[in-house]
């Protein structure tokens, strides 16, 4: 156990190239190639968190002077995403995550459950979060475990329905994102897609990036959108002329260069698709394969971005509008990209519609991040977390929010037949998934056995 906490410990930008490497190995590739295309991977991975970290250091403190001048007081605090996944694998549940999430993996990939192959293991740390509350609520080391399982059975089966749209809109062939965050908001935007369509006015308004660019010409471009949104997010800050225009090229430059980090990952992760591809090509002919990556790669859209930067401010006037509210959004404020990025394939890049749902979505979970605040309080002292200064209570909005945060909760208050009854439900669509792979396969050899003929 100490040998894969010193692991984990590397964190993702180590690990994940170690595991590109090896995976690499496995399916035959050139030891030069392999090598290659994980340092490539390892790279592509830090310039994503060195721009999404100049994101968040230049809207963390906007955010913070959006609030005082709101003369806003609440008494949760969102700690962020990097303390969650701490005080996740701090938990005696979540130190058991990573093996178990492994291990089901390959379960799952051996009898044709799922055709994600998770090389994501860092992020299995939302399994660990979910299962330490789980944990915390029953008192029962045992259901937390179960947790941990179903949650993980849960990502592998929705990163199998979303990688065709991540296919389709981000241009990723077999790459899918299993990502805790991610993935429970693909579910929460079909509804919204389909009453989108029939509202009048939303219905016909095209707001995608190659729209509004179109209509706006230079105004629309990503970049000097990004520049609009962060002056603005500046003067609402109640910032001089000159910090606000510093906060607008600085969201210009993540707009500019987020998506050229992203294309270095990629291009580390090509020759990998492609060998892991052929390997289950020759050896299993009637199935495809999906490299399960952290949906980083996806953050850097320009209507991933753009609806981020206005969803900011919606955030924090969220915050104190909504009844019941208890959580100040601010550590997260930057991680909102991972809420949406799973979203706008669905909404196809409209804007407009991505920061409605994506307003919805966070106004419903700040409350869920209030309801769940004593448990994400526990689960914090019991990982021994240094409270930030005047804090009391914590929360975030990645992963207290989420959506698959407040059905594990509310399943554990049934014990063990609500979270049994979760996972039920997975397993059964990924066998639904397994049948009717199965019958598109026979279909489409019909097919071309016909064409052969003709």
Not at 64 to 88: C, E, F, N, Q
Not at 248 to 264: E, H, Q, S, W, Y
């Amino acid at each position: 156990m100490n040998v894969l906490q010193y692991f984990i410990d590397l964190g993702p930008s180590v690990v994940l190239p170690i595991i590109i490497f090896l995976f690499a190995i496995i399916l035959k590739t050139k030891p030069s190639t392999a090598f290659r295309a994980g340092l490539t991977v390892g790279i592509g991975f830090i310039g994503i968190n060195l721009v999404i970290g100049l994101l968040m250091d230049s809207l963390g403190p906007a955010a913070k002077d959006m609030v005082t001048r709101l003369g806003v007081h609440l008494s949760v605090i969102d700690v962020g995403w990097p303390a969650t996944s701490a005080i996740a694998f701090g938990s005696t549940v979540g130190a058991l995550a990573i093996p178990i999430g492994l291990i089901l993996n390959v379960v799952f990939l051996i009898f044709g459950l799922t055709k994600t192959l998770n090389v994501d293991i860092w992020n299995l740390w939302h399994i660990a979060f979910t299962g330490a509350l789980v944990n915390i609520i029953t008192g029962s080391f045992t259901l937390g475990i179960l947790t941990v399982i179903i949650h993980a059975m849960s990502l592998l089966v929705l990163s199998d329905l979303t990688a065709k749209h991540v296919e389709k809109f981000y241009g990723y062939p077999n790459i899918t994102f299993p990502h805790g965050t991610s993935c429970a908001y693909y579910l929460f935007a079909l509804p919204l897609e389909k009453l989108f369509n029939i509202l009048p006015g939303i219905k016909n308004w095209k707001a995608d990036s190659e729209s509004i660019q179109k209509r706006f010409g230079i105004l629309g471009e990503s970049t000097v959108l990004g520049l609009i949104l962060g002056i603005i997010i500046g003067f609402l800050a109640g910032w001089s002329v000159k910090d606000s225009l510093q906060l607008g090229v600085k969201t210009a430059a993540v707009m500019l260069v987020l998506p050229r980090m992203v294309a270095i990952l990629m291009e580390g992760l090509m020759p990998i698709s492609e060998a892991a591809g052929e390997f289950v090509r020759n050896r299993f002919p009637d199935r495809d394969v999906y490299i399960g990556m952290d949906s980083a790669l996806a953050v850097g859209h320009p209507a991933v971005i753009a609806s981020s930067l206005i969803l900011v401010p919606i955030a924090l006037g969220l915050a104190v509008l909504v009844p019941g509210n208890q959580v100040l959004p601010f550590g997260d404020l930057a991680t909102i990209p991972f809420i949406i990025c799973l979203m706008v394939p669905i909404f196809r890049g409209n804007i407009i519609r991505t920061v409605i749902a994506g307003a919805i979505a966070i106004g419903f979970g700040l409350l869920l991040a209030t309801y769940i605040s004593p448990l994400f309080t526990q689960a914090a002292k019991n990982a021994g977390f240094h409270f930030p200064q005047g804090a009391n209570a914590i929360s975030s909005l990645v992963d207290g929010a989420v959506p698959t945060t407040a059905i594990f909760v509310f399943a554990a208050k049934l014990g063990y037949i609500g979270i049994l009854a979760i996972g039920g439900l997975s397993l059964g669509t990924a066998i639904y998934l397994r049948k009717r792979n199965k019958s598109d396969g026979r279909n489409s050899n019909i097919e071309s056995i016909e064409k052969i003929s003709v």
